[in-house]
């Protein structure tokens, strides 16, 4: 599951989004890219903890189904103040059980710090609702001169470090698939 974290018109963070789902199909990958303003969930409106389950709204039903069937997780993250967005903190709260176990990688973009302040606000939440991070990031930075026309144009470093994030998503992947079902 690739998760297009910036929802304003205009993003970069679709182009981005689309290169890294290309490079993750030619390497195995069956991907389920979701893009949040497409999915557009409300403002958390649960009444309940999500980690009790006990979902109330279709919308809540259906992305806790979508999540349950992923076996890898990967963020395309902006940097908005140096931090995440909060579409992506928004989607990330409504479900706790379905994150567990799941491996996690960053594609972080911004300006001149490549997005990483975002990538390191985001390891906190993560880490809570037991997605188990890989130790490789893309940091892509200057990312809006990168793209034209919908279109993100990486450099051979991008490429390079987006194949080691997702040798590292698969390895983690087999190897925590065991330790899901508890
Ligand atoms: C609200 C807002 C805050 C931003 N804050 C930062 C920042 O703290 N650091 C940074 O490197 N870039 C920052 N930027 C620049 C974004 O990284 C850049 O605009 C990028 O294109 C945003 O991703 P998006 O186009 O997918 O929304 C900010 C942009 C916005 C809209």
Redesign the pocket.
Known sequence: MII?????P?????P?ARWAASHAEQAGFEIDLVDLAELALPFMDEPAHPGKRAYTKPHTFAWSERVEQADAVLLVS??????Y?PALKNALDYLMQEWQGKPVGIVA???????L??AAALDQVLATLGLVRVPVDVAI?G??SL?ADGVFAAESKHDATLGRLLAALERYASTLRPLRKV
């Open positions: 297009v974290g910036s929802v304003r205009g993003r970069i963070g679709l981005i902006p940097e908005y103040n140096h931090s967005s973009y911004g300006g001149a710090s490549g997005g302040r975002a930075n990312a809006g793209v």
